[in-house]
């Protein structure tokens, strides 16, 4: 079992920048790849970035590539989402999500365990 809660959410002006966290319990933080998500209100739950195992491997979506990159800190339990030159459509729910199943991290029915969601709202 593992829990996730992420922070660092909030309001930014366009071409900001914010660092979200999810902090997880558990003593076997390592053992799964971590990703994260987002949903804007109306639409789907959509894939944003990944980060195996040792964090030694990275991959974000098309839509956030060269922007948004995934890091983790496996001694602290906590991956976190490094956000930058955000955008008014970048505006949504983040979610961190964790799976031991390494294949296939950018589909949602992938993970076992998320996170209650931080709200990012970017103002133009």
């Known amino acids: 079992q593992v829990q996730l809660v992420e922070s660092g959410g909030g309001l930014v002006q366009a071409g900001g920048s914010l660092r979200l966290s999810c902090a997880a319990s558990g003593r076997t933080f390592s053992s799964y790849v971590m990703g994260w998500f987002r949903q804007a209100p109306g639409k789907e739950r959509e894939f944003v970035a990944a980060?195996?195992?040792?964090?030694?491997?990275?991959y974000s979506a098309d839509s956030v590539k060269g922007r948004f990159t995934a890091s983790r800190d496996n001694a602290q339990n906590t991956v976190y989402l490094h956000m930058n030159s955000l955008k008014p459509e970048d505006t949504a729910v983040y979610y961190c999500?964790?799976?031991?199943?390494?294949?296939?991290?950018?589909?949602?029915?992938?993970?076992?365990?998320w996170g209650q969601g931080t709200q990012v709202t970017v103002s133009s």
């Open positions: 980060i195996s195992k040792s964090g030694g491997s990275t």
């Open positions: 999500a964790a799976t031991s199943n390494g294949y296939a991290a950018s589909k949602s029915t992938t993970y076992d365990y």
